[in-house]
Each structure stands twice: as C-alpha cells, then as structure tokens.
C-alpha cells in the first residue's frame, strides 16, 4: 500500500491505532503521534524507526487545523518540535508543515506568542549564498537581495528536531539538525538553510496572531503573551508621511525669518560720537515714532584688555524712566604658543519696548568696577521697530524637534528590529 490520492486515514503498522492521511501524494513520511513510528508513506507505510512515545510540544495548533491566507486553504499535516542551544540558553518552538493542493508543502511556525508563515523560495540566485565563515570574515552585517528588496544579516542558528508528528515531504529524524543563516527584510525574514541533505532558501513571514487563532478556530490567548518579533511592522502615526512635510517646512521657514529678524537692525534713530570715559555721564535725545515694536540700545567700545560696567537709562517724553540697564563690557586678547587669542566683546545690547511716541532721553554713565583707561570710547547706536525674532525661533525648534521625533520613530523601529541580533562588531 502506498500513499494514494483520496485515502483519508490509515492504521498505524506499528500500533494498529487510526491516522489520518492529509497530505496528498509527495508526503514520504507519517509519525505516528500514540507510539512514534516513523512510516514509509511510499512503501505500504513500513516502519523505518520509532522515536517513542513523546510530550506533546506546546501549541494550539493541531493536525487536521485549516488556515486560509492570501486566499489559499491549507491544511496542518504535521508537527515539528524544535530547539536551539547557544550560550548555556536554550530556545524552543513549533513548526506545523501545512499543504494546498494547489500550492504544496509550506510551514506554520508559533514562537514566543507570534505566528509565521515560511515558504520556500526557488528562485533566488544561489550564487550568493552565505555562509557563516563569509559572516565571520565580512567587516559589516552582509546584506543579500531577493525580489528587489534588501535583507541585511540579522543571525546564525542552529536548530534540532526533538518531536515530530504526522506527515512529511521528506523523513525526518529525531535530533536532525540544520543550519540557518538568516537576514532580516523590510517585511520578511530571508533564511540560508544548510541541511545533512541539500540547501535551500526560505522566506519567513509574520502573521497576525489573533487573525490565525479566529480562523483556525483557538483562543489567541493560547498563543500565550507575545515577545518582541524582529518581523513586527512599523506603525507609522496618522499622516505620518503629510506631518514629516509640514513640520520640515515649518522649521525651515520659521528659521530663516527668525535669523532676518534676528539680523535686522530696525530703523535708526540714535548714533552718538565716541565718549570718552571723562565726557560721562552724558545725555542724549532721540525720536521714537514707533511704539508697537521693540526698540534696540547697543553700546560699542574700543576696550582691550580691560572690562568696564555702565549704566543706561532711558527716558519718556513725559521724563519718567522707561527702561534702565547696566551692562558690562570686556575684552582681552593675546598670542599663546604661537596662536592667537580672544574672549569677551567689546558690545553689549538690551532691548525694551517704547511707551509712547515722541522725544527720548538716554542717559550714559560709567557704573561702580572695571578698569577701562583714559583711551577708552563709547558710543550708542538706538534703533526702533526691531522685529522680534524669539518666538519664530521658539517655533523653529519645536518643529525641528517634532521633525526629528518623527523621522526618528521609524529609525528607532529599524534598530529596535535589529536588537536581537548576533552581530557584533570588533574595533
């Protein structure tokens, strides 16, 4: 007897119980799930071995199951347990071989509460194979494409059988053990898979967990909390692309007003001669015919090497003060090993905001500390309608930082992605 097309269950030649037969013709192995005979499905389902009576590995998913994706019916024909040991860790999971009728053997996978779907690819150029003595030697993650997207390295795993269950494409073996190079993709996961037997390529895909479990008819909370997946796909905010845009241009516009703002100097109204330190204090009288903007007093020395503190007050037409200010000017400067120096300015501003319209009065004074010389001079500058630049700038970074925030979140996603990976890089 062999596997023939339309047979729907056997009695196992071990142990006489009933299996169902599931897997159309190109199955070549049935493990019996009560006494772990492993049948020849090609040969009257001989017994070839017996892996015994094992546990059941932990997952909802069982023989028999259907799934429907992207419009496909496939029904679960078999169930591998599988680990990976690596650094006194061990990791366990489950992959359930699936068939279609019309598009073969493919494989469910549940891990650490998610839910994959792999398939093997036929089509990508062997020629670029990777090995992990090609990774070990390369100075940066290798990278390979498929089908015109980039998948870069992500891992180097070892995987063993330690239960299996129903039928199979091939025979396995308990304890059979196969090599995985895998790289990780924009929305997959691209593995390299060396077995005793061949080489093949897979393409692995993240499902949605609750989407499977209402299908397949479970409780999704059987698939138990899910872990961070390297395949899990950004979520971009509402717009996200439309609020990058606006908030670019909002940072940029916001900048180079603000700095034409910042730069201008108003209209002026005030340019005194030079003083000297014994022509203080002194006053000076000006038109202000603008009062819905701010006005600007600079003072601009000739100091050197010395500091001086002076006092400035303003005036109303009505003669109470305005605004008063002291401001301290320095300035040094000299060569040290053959290099020139210089810290401090020899200007110093404020700004204030007219009360009314009319003639001003600024008075200047030398203030208590600082010791300016006889040389030294002092002249003003007042300038009115001095634009106020403070708030654009206050936009132009929040924007920024909304910019940055924003592009950042799919950055952080892509490292985030990555966190899980074994590469490391050596100085």
């Known amino acids: 007897m062999t596997a023939a097309q339309g047979l729907s269950s056997i009695n196992c030649t071990s142990c006489g119980a009933g299996l169902s037969v599931l897997g159309g013709g190109r199955v070549q192995s049935h493990v019996c799930g009560y006494c772990g005979a492993v049948l020849d499905t090609q040969d009257n389902y001989k017994v070839l071995d017996s892996i015994g009576k094992r546990d059941h590995p932990a997952s909802p998913i069982t023989i028999g199951m259907t799934l429907t994706y992207e419009g496909v019916e496939f029904t679960v024909i078999g169930t591998l347990g599988l680990m990976e040991k690596y650094g006194g860790r061990t990791w366990r999971w489950v992959e359930h071989q699936v068939f279609s009728p019309t598009h073969g053997y493919l494989w469910l996978n549940v891990e650490d509460g998610h839910v994959t779907f792999t398939r093997k690819v036929r089509d990508y150029n062997m020629g670029h194979w990777l090995s992990p003595s090609t990774v070990e030697r390369a100075e940066t993650p290798p990278r390979r494409s498929y089908a015109g997207k980039t998948y870069k390295y992500y891992e180097t795993s070892v995987t063993q059988i330690e239960y299996m269950e129903g039928e199979f494409n091939w025979v396995p073996q308990l304890g059979e053990k196969k090599q995985v190079v895998s790289l990780l993709g924009p929305d997959a996961m691209l593995g390299l898979v060396k077995s005793s037997r061949e080489r093949e390529v897979?393409?692995?895909?993240?499902?949605?967990?609750?989407?499977?479990?209402?299908?397949?008819?479970?409780?999704?909370?059987?698939?138990?909390?899910?872990?961070?997946?390297?395949?899990?796909?950004?979520?971009?905010?509402?717009?996200?692309?439309?609020?990058?845009?606006?908030?670019?241009?909002?940072?940029?516009?916001?900048?180079?007003?603000?700095?034409?703002?910042?730069?201008?100097?108003?209209?002026?109204?005030?340019?005194?001669?030079?003083?000297?330190?014994?022509?203080?204090?002194?006053?000076?009288?000006?038109?202000?015919?603008?009062?819905?903007?701010?006005?600007?007093?600079?003072?601009?020395?000739?100091?050197?090497?010395?500091?001086?503190?002076?006092?400035?007050?303003?005036?109303?037409?009505?003669?109470?003060?305005?605004?008063?200010?002291?401001?301290?000017?320095?300035?040094?400067?000299?060569?040290?090993?053959?290099?020139?120096?210089?810290?401090?300015?020899?200007?110093?501003?404020?700004?204030?905001?007219?009360?009314?319209?009319?003639?001003?009065?600024?008075?200047?004074?030398?203030a208590e500390g600082g010791n300016a010389s006889d040389g030294f001079t002092l002249t003003v500058r007042v300038s009115e309608g001095k634009p106020t630049a403070f708030w654009l700038l206050v936009l132009a970074s929040i924007s920024g930082l909304g910019w940055l925030y924003v592009t950042g979140r799919r950055a952080m996603h892509t490292s985030r992605r990555f966190a899980g990976s074994d590469w490391t890089s050596e100085d």
């Open 202 to 366: 897979e393409l692995t895909q993240l499902m949605d967990g609750a989407t499977v479990a209402r299908d397949m008819g479970f409780d999704p909370s059987a698939l138990g909390a899910p872990k961070k997946h390297p395949l899990e796909p950004y979520k971009p905010m509402a717009e996200e692309g439309l609020l990058r845009k606006v908030l670019a241009f909002t940072a940029v516009v916001s900048l180079v007003i603000g700095l034409l703002f910042w730069l201008s100097g108003g209209r002026l109204v005030l340019d005194t001669p030079a003083a000297t330190l014994a022509q203080l204090p002194e006053s000076y009288s000006f038109e202000v015919t603008n009062r819905s903007q701010l006005a600007r007093v600079r003072l601009d020395s000739n100091l050197q090497n010395a500091w001086g503190v002076f006092a400035v007050e303003v005036l109303g037409p009505d003669g109470h003060p305005v605004v008063a200010a002291e401001r301290a000017i320095s300035y040094y400067s000299g060569r040290s090993g053959g290099e020139s120096w210089s810290e401090g300015s020899r200007r110093a501003w404020f700004r204030f905001r007219p009360e009314e319209v009319g003639t001003h009065t600024l008075r200047l004074e030398r």
